[in-house]
């Protein structure tokens, strides 16, 4: 089905045509149309079209409103004060536009004529180290930037940079060598035991194989020359000590997806392409930066500087693409990605869900690849930047020992209080033991999700679980309840069936549910041009609100109403349904039926 225009967009489309009649001169001019508390829409570029035209503005809003063609949509249009105009639609067009949606399994949301391929870096662990609380944004916001990027349209390709190369590998390696059984899971394990079990063995193994061999290096200085030795090797590529680092790979990789199965995240294994992935790249990507002048060798090292970025000595901070040593920094491995994901990938975008604190670094390997010429006007790069999780005291979150916050820890404990306040509340829906467990786990993760996302990505945010699994507030929780309480009302509502009748006039809260309802793929839009995901959930939010006010005005079951306004009431309620559910899973949020 074809998309379906917004209330907005017609109305705009109205006064843009009417104002070009008015003012030819103005060509294709902007109306400037936005939402209003005086009416439903005001358009406020009639002001400055007047100025630049020397026209009273007054006037000429009076000249557009005569000229404009209502076409049904336009109930009421007045100007006010200096030249705004102050409009409002029918009801039998807002219910009209409602239908259109339903009737469209992807809610009239359009495709964008300009999607192009879009490759997001993010959720990055390293291997063979615990993901801690300092994991969870990265996962999460390119989990669901994943999403609503590809519900417009764009085709995305996943990448998960994991840390998987570099000179601690040496020393876990060689351990490993002389200690052989110390990966070794288990004897008699179930073939089919779950993921959750697997994952925190291969956690232990790994751990206590790092502490080992971390104790063996600092204590035993002939283990440390051979542990060098062996990354030497490593580099080289010999068959053994590469088949024993690709256990580490393999072993972590059963770790990661434990936790990302916990976060309810899909991760495939060929979107998982680490720093080795572009290991045979390097040598190359540094002789194309210094045969093109981009890069410059200085005291032995391959740089890059930058006027504007100083050290604070006030000399040029370079960025370092090979050490004077011959080993390669972060930026090879970052510019030969770029290589590849342009090239190789055709991507037009390149998204990079990375802290805040990478950024200097980020922006010199971004100016870098442009100089290079591998990034231009037709291929961008962005960072998504995000801020730092903290505790309820405003400090980075840590335990109470001063401890970096294991993420499995944090949902485990997310899932234990969430499976608390969905208990307390099952006797009134009579939610068996499994579904009280198993929505304990939606609310739970869903409320880790939520909180991060409702934030700008950009700003830190206090981790407060007591707030996060609140009934009431913006929370996940919160809309959760609010697309189970509709989901009851419709299998409360017996024979009676949604039914748009646009006949009818709406009650104030029915038009405004109605009227937000309507901006849905409108926001979409805008969440994806602007990889805003907490903009969705803002509009989820206001989505709930406004649906808990119509369902205290607006009598849908008990009271039973007149069968036409019933009818029109379960209607709202069931496309209401239907965008939450929608909106929640592009934030990876899960909304359960009963509740």
Same mark, same amino acid.
């Given at each position: 089905?074809?998309?379906?225009?917004?209330?907005? /967009?017609?109305?705009?489309?109205?006064?843009?045509?009417?104002?070009?009649?008015?003012?030819?001169?103005?060509?294709?001019?902007?109306?400037?149309?936005?939402?209003?508390?005086?009416?439903?829409?005001?358009?406020?570029?009639?002001?400055?079209?007047?100025?630049?035209?020397?026209?009273?503005?007054?006037?000429?809003?009076?000249?557009?409103?005569? *000229? %404009?063609?209502?076409?049904?949509?336009?109930?009421?249009?007045?100007v006010?004060?200096?030249?705004?105009?102050?409009?409002?639609?029918?009801?039998?067009?807002?219910?009209?536009?409602?239908?259109?949606?339903?009737?469209?399994?992807?809610?009239?949301?359009?495709?964008?004529?300009?999607?192009?391929?879009?490759?997001?870096?993010?959720a990055?662990?390293?291997?063979?180290?615990?993901?801690?609380?300092?994991?969870?944004?990265?996962?999460?916001?390119?989990?669901?930037?994943?999403?609503?990027?590809?519900?417009?349209?764009?085709?995305?390709?996943?990448r998960?940079?994991?840390?998987?190369?570099?000179?601690?590998? *040496?020393m876990?390696?060689?351990?490993?060598?002389?200690?052989?059984?110390?990966?070794?899971?288990?004897?008699?394990?179930?073939?089919?035991?779950?993921?959750?079990?697997?994952?925190?063995?291969?956690?232990?193994?790994?751990?206590?194989?790092?502490?080992?061999?971390?104790?063996?290096?600092?204590?035993?200085?002939?283990?440390?020359?051979?542990?060098?030795?062996?990354?030497?090797?490593?580099?080289?590529?010999?068959?053994?000590?590469?088949?024993?680092?690709?256990?580490?790979?393999?072993?972590?990789?059963?770790?990661?997806?434990?936790?990302?199965?916990?976060?309810?995240?899909d991760?495939?294994?060929?979107?998982?392409?680490?720093?080795?992935?572009?290991?045979?790249?390097?040598?190359?990507?540094?002789?194309?930066?210094?045969?093109?002048?981009?890069?410059?060798?200085?005291?032995?090292?391959?740089?890059?500087f930058?006027?504007?970025?100083?050290?604070?000595?006030?000399?040029?901070?370079?960025?370092?693409?090979?050490?004077?040593?011959?080993?390669?920094?972060?930026?090879?491995?970052?510019? /030969?990605?770029?290589?590849?994901?342009?090239?190789?990938?055709?991507?037009?975008?390149?998204?990079?869900v990375?802290?805040?604190?990478?950024?200097?670094?980020?922006?010199?390997?971004?100016?870098?690849?442009?100089?290079?010429?591998?990034?231009?006007?037709?291929?961008?790069?962005?960072?998504?930047?995000?801020?730092?999780?903290?505790g309820?005291?405003?400090k980075?979150f840590?335990?109470?020992?001063?401890?970096?916050?294991?993420?499995?820890d944090?949902?485990?404990?997310?899932?234990?209080?969430?499976?608390?306040v969905?208990?307390?509340?099952?006797?009134?829906v009579?939610?068996?033991?499994?579904?009280?467990?198993?929505?304990?786990?939606?609310?739970?993760?869903g409320?880790?999700?939520?909180a991060d996302?409702?934030?700008?990505?950009?700003?830190?945010?206090?981790?407060?679980?007591?707030?996060?699994?609140?009934?009431?507030?913006?929370?996940s929780?919160?809309?959760?309840?609010?697309?189970?309480r509709?989901r009851?009302?419709?299998?409360?509502?017996?024979?009676?069936?949604?039914?748009?009748?646009?006949?009818?006039?709406?009650?104030?809260?029915?038009?405004?549910?109605?009227?937000?309802?309507?901006?849905?793929?409108?926001?979409?839009?805008?969440?994806?041009?602007?990889?805003?995901?907490?903009k969705?959930?803002?509009?989820?939010?206001?989505?709930?609100?406004?649906?808990t006010?119509?369902?205290?005005?607006?009598?849908?079951?008990?009271?039973?109403?007149?069968?036409?306004v019933?009818e029109?009431?379960?209607? %709202?309620?069931?496309?209401?349904?239907?965008? %939450?559910?929608?909106?929640? /899973? %592009?934030?990876?949020?899960?909304?359960?039926?009963?509740?």
């Open positions: 089905m074809a998309s379906v225009p917004s209330l907005a /967009s017609s109305v705009h489309q109205r006064v843009a045509d009417a104002l070009a009649s008015a003012l030819p001169e103005a060509g294709a001019a902007d109306p400037l149309l936005r939402r209003s508390d005086r009416a439903d829409f005001q358009a406020n570029g009639i002001l400055a079209l007047a100025k630049k035209a020397k026209a009273n503005p007054r006037e000429l809003a009076t000249t557009v409103v005569g *000229g %404009l063609d209502k076409g049904g949509v336009i109930e009421e249009i007045e006010s004060g200096p030249g705004f105009l102050n409009i409002t639609v029918s009801d039998r067009a807002i219910i009209e536009t409602l239908a259109a949606r339903a009737g469209d399994d992807r809610l009239g949301v359009p495709v964008s004529p300009t999607a192009g391929t879009t490759v997001i870096d993010y990055q662990p390293n291997v063979a180290k615990e993901m801690h609380v300092g994991h969870l944004r990265s996962a999460v916001i390119g989990a669901a930037m994943v999403e609503i990027l590809e519900f417009t349209g764009e085709t995305v390709v996943r998960h940079h994991i840390g998987d190369w570099g000179t601690q590998f *040496g876990l390696i060689q351990y490993l060598i002389e200690h052989p059984h110390e990966l070794d899971h288990k004897t008699g394990t179930d073939a089919t035991a779950d993921v959750q079990a697997s994952g925190e063995e291969a956690m232990s193994n790994l751990n206590r194989l790092y502490k080992a061999s971390r104790a063996l290096f600092d204590a035993d200085e002939e283990f440390k020359t051979r542990a060098r030795a062996r990354v030497v090797d490593l580099q080289a590529g010999d068959e053994e000590t590469l088949a024993l680092w690709q256990r580490f790979v393999d072993e972590s990789k059963i770790y990661f997806y434990s936790v990302f199965n916990k976060l309810d995240m991760i495939q294994d060929p979107d998982v392409v680490g720093e080795s992935g572009y290991n045979d790249m390097l040598v190359e990507t540094c002789r194309l930066l210094e045969e093109s002048g981009v890069a410059v060798r200085s005291n032995g090292a391959l740089c890059v930058f006027d504007e970025y100083k050290g604070p000595d006030g000399n040029p901070t370079p960025l370092i693409v090979q050490k004077s040593d011959g080993g390669f920094g972060y930026a090879a491995t970052d510019l /030969s990605a770029i290589r590849d994901r342009v090239g190789n990938l055709k991507a037009d975008t390149l998204i990079y990375v802290d805040a604190r990478q950024s200097l670094h980020f922006k010199m390997v971004f100016e870098t690849a442009r100089r290079a010429g591998w990034l231009n006007e037709d291929t961008k790069a962005v960072q998504l930047a995000f801020g730092t999780v903290l309820k005291d405003g980075p840590k335990t109470r020992e001063g401890e970096t916050v294991r993420l499995v944090l949902l485990d404990e997310a899932v234990e209080r969430a499976t608390a969905v208990r307390d509340k099952a006797d009134k009579g939610l068996t033991e499994e579904e009280i467990v198993e929505n304990g786990q939606y609310v739970g993760i409320a880790v999700k939520y996302l409702s934030t700008s990505a950009a700003r830190d945010y206090k981790f407060d679980l007591d707030q996060m699994v609140s009934l009431n507030g913006d929370t929780v919160y809309l959760q309840y609010a697309y189970a509709i009851s009302i419709m299998r409360n509502a017996g024979d009676r069936k949604p039914v748009a009748h646009p006949e009818l006039e709406l009650a104030p809260a029915e038009r405004a549910l109605g009227l937000h309802l309507d901006g849905f793929g409108e926001l979409i839009a805008e969440a994806a041009a602007e990889y805003a995901p907490h969705l959930a803002a509009y989820l939010y206001q989505l709930a609100s406004l649906y006010t119509f369902y205290d005005q607006c009598p849908v079951v008990r009271p039973e109403p007149e069968p036409v019933g029109n009431r379960l209607f %709202l309620c069931d496309l209401t349904a239907r965008t %939450l559910s929608k909106g929640m /899973s %592009l934030l990876g949020i899960r909304t359960p039926e009963r509740l």
